[in-house]
């Protein structure tokens, strides 16, 4: 009985009560708290957005989950094995009876976690070979365009304007950035991807050069620089990048990634560009060399050949014994002559001596005499010829039947000849009116009066110039509409409303279908027969 009035005495709860209960008792006292541990069971972000892990000591373990919207902002993400400290509140999941902390804000566990972080993902990223010498560029000796990424306002960008103004000035473009704080890191990445993707002729000249800077400070001050995403950007720059981040003794990992590490922004801008001053006179002082050369050389080569000159003959002494042999060819050949023009008087003299009238005259008649002997014997051969040439022309004169046979057999060829030649051409006309009837057909089936006769018409204005667009009508305008029995002259009807332009997408017979060849519908036209 005692047993049974205990029972009866006892409160029910139902499991909901009791948990409800547990819930706002944990999270009634446990409203904020911090809470130092190390991360395990990092699952990532989930497909919701949300983080969910375990905080966990030498004795005891914790569930933990960081809700969508404070994931976004946080500064640090979280990473497997990393030792933070959590702030937000406890609070109970009814649905598997555990107690989690959600969580508001983490933070590294101090400097020494900040810095095994740091190693670590130094060790990711160097394994994946960002940090390999041989992919790091040039630096341009002296660029055109300097992009400078880093905060409007510190007095870094005036210290390298300033510096730049004094070496050699040139044009100087500035990406403004946080160079602290949450959104740092994601800046100073889209920055370095931006000038990348300036092209040539956009209006905005692209840099030759990139320098990223920021001032001194303490490592979580710097940490936006050891973040992934603009180590990974410093690193896939097509534009050489100087890494000018902190003091000399800081260091970050986009140092590593760049092309060149400034120990300042000072002397990044020292590194980006000579001294102007400095060219100029080493300028001079080559151009000077170059005269002073210029000079020897021809000095030298001036001397060789008046060393050279010394060593020559003079012209008399040259031309000496030529211009002897040429006066003594020149009197024996003047001699010759003369002797070469009396000779040949003589044998002139000689000759006309043995020339005289009568002998010409006796060599014409001489030769008169053999002409007339030559003529006499000419025609009678000529005369025998043609007595030749008859008596064979006799002999070979036919009979009248003989030129009839061959009459009669040259006409049988002409025939036969007829013959094949009215077949050839009825084959050939034949042959031509299929390949007739072939076009014909295909011409008819590429018509548009075919098409005319489906219940289409061919609107022309009154030039006979085809209309094809409803807005090309002229509310009054005179048109003509071919059908496929003919034409009729219509007026376009004022006031009546314009057809919709058929939409591409219908099919189907009536789609195409002009409105003025739709029987009892309104149209655009009115019949003006």
């Known amino acids: 009985m005692d047993s049974e009035a205990t029972k009866s005495n006892a409160a029910e709860f139902s499991v909901s009560e009791i948990s409800g209960a547990l819930k706002r008792m944990v999270e009634d006292n446990f409203g904020h708290v911090r809470v130092r541990g190390e991360i395990t069971g990092y699952r990532g972000p989930h497909s919701s957005g949300h983080m969910y892990f375990a905080l966990k000591d030498e004795r ?20 497997e094995g990393m030792e933070v400290v959590a702030t937000g509140k406890l609070t109970t999941y009814p649905g598997s009876s555990k107690y989690q902390i959600v969580i508001d804000n983490l933070e590294p566990a101090g400097a020494g976690a900040l810095m095994a972080l740091l190693e670590e993902r130094k060790k990711k990223l160097q394994a994946e070979g960002l940090f390999d010498p041989a992919r790091k560029q ?17 007095a870094v960008i005036r210290d390298i304007l300033h510096r730049i103004t004094d070496r050699f000035p040139l044009h100087v473009i500035v990406w403004p950035v946080r160079v602290q704080g949450d959104t740092c890191a994601q800046e100073v990445a889209a920055a370095i991807d931006g000038f990348n993707a300036i092209e040539a002729g956009s209006g905005i000249p692209r840099p030759d050069l990139l320098i990223v800077a920021r001032g001194g400070g303490s490592i979580e001050d710097l940490w936006g620089f ?23 003794t800081d260091w970050s990992l986009i140092d590593l990634a760049a092309d060149v590490r400034a120990p300042t922004p000072t002397g ?51 031309f000496a014994v030529k211009s002897q042999r040429l006066d003594r060819a020149s009197s024996r050949a003047e001699a010759g002559f003369v002797r070469t023009m009396n000779a040949k008087r003589v ?30 014997e000419l025609s009678t051969a000529q005369s025998r010829m043609m007595e030749r040439r008859k008596s064979r022309l006799a002999s070979a004169r036919l009979s009248s039947g003989m030129l009839l046979t061959a009459a009669n057999q040259a006409r049988r060829s002409l025939n036969d000849l007829a013959r094949r030649m009215d077949q050839t051409q009825k084959l050939n006309l034949q042959q031509a009116t299929v390949r007739l009837d072939s076009a014909s057909r295909l011409l008819n089936s590429f018509s548009y009066t075919s098409i005319l006769e489906r219940g289409f018409a061919v609107v022309r204005d009154m030039e006979g110039q085809v209309t094809t667009r409803s807005a090309a009508i002229v509310d009054g305008g ?14 376009a009807g004022a006031g009546t409303e314009k057809a919709a332009r058929p939409s591409a997408s219908r099919e189907g017979k009536g789609a195409r279908q002009p409105a003025a060849s739709r029987k009892g519908q309104p149209g655009l036209f009115d019949d003006a027969d």
């Open 226 to 248: 050891n973040e992934e995403a603009p180590v990974r950007a410093a690193a896939q720059s097509d534009i050489p990048v100087i890494s000018a981040v902190g003091h000399e």
């Open 268 to 318: 990044a801008a020292e590194i980006a560009v000579p001294v102007k001053v400095d060219l100029e006179a080493h300028l001079a002082t080559l151009s000077a060399r170059q005269r002073n050369a210029i000079s020897r050389h021809m000095s030298e080569v001036r001397g060789a050949l008046t060393a050279a000159g010394r060593g020559l003959p003079s012209p008399d002494s040259l």
């Open 478 to 491: 005179a048109y003509e509409l071919e059908f496929a029995d003919g034409r009729t002259r219509v007026t």
């Open 60 to 79: 005891a373990r914790i569930e933990a989950v960081v809700w969508r919207g404070v994931a976004g902002r946080l500064k640090h993400r979280p990473e």
């Open 347 to 376: 044998a002139y003299e000689n000759r006309a001596g043995k020339l005289s009238p009568s002998l010409l005259r006796n060599r014409i008649a001489g030769l008169g005499h053999r002409l007339d002997i030559v003529r006499t």
């Open 138 to 154: 040039l630096l341009p000796y002296m660029p055109r365009v300097i992009g400078v990424i880093t905060s409007p306002t510190g």
